[in-house]
């Protein structure tokens, strides 16, 4: 009797670089740029090393003038780590790796790929909240292009995002089990903010920019926390550059918040699974100078409840299952 193949999973998030240092934000920032950003923006190309250097040097300014570090890598190892013993306690007639990889840093997705064992299923999972030409699509992107090469010998199963109802379901239960012993947070003198990444609404090419999935996923959430808090709004950690962007921005919710005369403010970054500069660093910098307590609530990192979901999804991969838009959770790329 032959061995059964070792199933492997792939953690995918944008590899956001852990130091301040010029140059890993300058490979990141070119990267994104050359990678994500051109495909939906028509940037001339000569622009794009003045653009990277400028993106570069502000990361590097930002990061080093308020001593921050992004966790997210060592969060990233941390949720494989866990999901391995999640997967090993579901499936324990099953070999599981985890393995985690990046879009836009090193080990990079498809590098993770072509490295694995012909023969052995592969289930890419992208770690972000919402299924977007900026997220899950990039991943799927990949494993075609790798499949056209003929560079995989085996199928690749990318997976889409969390059904919607499941990941508020989580979220809710996230933020309420992090202020369960702090009463204080919670009750009618108490306003939750949520926040997410902003996305421009008017791009220059047709794409899908997640901004229906993510109002859907705030709006389940929304629905779950709305008793327990005395308002519960949101607002969106946005650029200013390329188009018309996301409103409300998160500093117009605060100055709100504010004008409502909250004494306290819950702010929860709901948009992303990891937290990262966007998530923690600007979120800081979104409640300092207001006259009200503050209490962050980090993102879903390591959750014990976010690495069943994960399971469950990967083990139900060859059943149907959908997303909340009707579309195919689970793309497999044929080799």
């Given at each position: 009797m032959?061995?059964?193949p070792?199933?492997?999973?792939?953690?995918?998030?944008?590899g956001e670089p852990?130091?301040?240092?010029f140059v890993d934000?300058?490979?990141?920032?070119?990267?994104?740029?050359v990678?994500?950003?051109?495909?939906?923006?028509?940037?001339?190309?000569?622009l794009?090393?003045?653009?990277?250097?400028?993106?570069?040097?502000?990361?590097?300014?930002?990061?080093?003038?308020h001593?921050?570090?992004?966790?997210?890598?060592?969060?990233?190892v941390g949720?494989?780590?866990?999901?391995?013993?999640?997967l090993?306690?579901?499936?324990?007639?099953?070999?599981w790796?985890?393995?985690v990889?990046?879009?836009?840093?090193?080990?990079l997705?498809?590098?993770?790929?072509?490295?694995?064992?012909?023969?052995?299923?592969?289930?890419?999972v992208?770690?972000?909240?919402a299924?977007?030409?900026?997220?899950h699509?990039?991943?799927?992107?990949?494993?075609?292009?790798?499949?056209?090469?003929?560079?995989r010998?085996?199928?690749?199963?990318?997976?889409?995002?969390l059904?919607?109802?499941?990941?508020?379901?989580?979220?809710?239960r996230?933020?309420?089990?992090?202020l369960?012993?702090?009463?204080?947070?919670?009750?009618?003198?108490?306003?939750?903010?949520?926040?997410?990444?902003?996305?421009?609404?008017n791009?220059?090419?047709?794409?899908?920019?997640?901004?229906?999935?993510?109002?859907?996923?705030?709006?389940?959430?929304?629905a779950?926390l709305?008793?327990?808090?005395?308002?519960?709004t949101?607002?969106?950690?946005n650029?200013?550059r390329?188009?018309?962007?996301?409103?409300?921005?998160?500093?117009?919710t605060?100055?709100?918040?504010?004008?409502?005369?909250?004494?306290?403010?819950?702010?929860y970054?709901?948009?992303?699974?990891?937290?990262?500069?966007?998530?923690?660093?600007?979120?800081?910098?979104?409640?300092a100078?207001?006259p009200?307590?503050?209490r962050?609530?980090?993102?879903?990192?390591?959750?014990?409840?976010?690495?069943?979901?994960?399971v469950?999804?990967?083990?139900?991969?060859?059943?149907?299952?959908?997303?909340?838009?009707?579309?195919?959770?689970?793309v497999?790329?044929?080799?």
């Open positions: 032959s061995a059964q070792t199933r492997h999973v792939v953690l995918v998030t944008y852990t130091r301040s240092a934000q300058l490979v990141y920032s070119w990267r994104i740029l990678g994500l950003t051109r495909t939906v923006a028509p940037i001339p190309l000569p794009l090393p003045l653009i990277a250097v400028a993106r570069a040097r502000h990361r590097t300014r930002l990061w080093g003038r001593a921050y570090q992004s966790p997210l890598e060592p969060l990233t949720q494989g780590r866990a999901l391995k013993t999640a090993t306690a579901a499936g324990p007639s099953e070999t790796q985890v393995h990889a990046y879009e836009f840093r090193r080990p997705l498809d590098e993770v790929l072509k490295a694995l064992p012909a023969g052995d299923p592969v289930y890419v992208p770690m972000y909240a299924d977007s030409s900026f997220t699509a990039l991943s799927r992107g990949t494993a075609a292009s790798l499949a056209r090469q003929s560079a010998k085996h199928p690749v199963a990318v997976l889409g995002a059904d919607v109802d499941v990941l508020a379901d989580v979220s809710a996230h933020v309420l089990d992090r369960s012993v702090e009463p204080q947070w919670r009750g009618e003198r108490t306003a939750l903010v949520l926040a997410a990444h902003g996305t421009v609404t791009p220059s090419r047709p794409i899908d920019t997640g901004l229906a999935a993510t109002d859907a996923l705030r709006n389940a959430i929304v779950r709305s008793p327990h808090f005395g308002a519960v949101h607002g969106w950690l650029h200013t390329g188009g018309r962007w996301t409103e409300p921005a998160i500093e117009d605060m100055k709100d918040v504010v004008a409502r005369g909250y004494s306290r403010v819950v702010y970054p709901y948009g992303f699974l990891a937290d990262n500069a966007e998530s923690e660093l600007e979120g800081r910098l979104a409640l100078g207001h009200f307590e503050s962050y609530v980090a993102c879903l990192n390591d959750s014990p409840h976010l690495m069943e979901a994960v469950r999804q990967i083990l139900e991969h060859g059943a149907p299952f959908r997303r909340s838009d009707g579309q195919p959770a689970a497999s790329v044929p080799a």
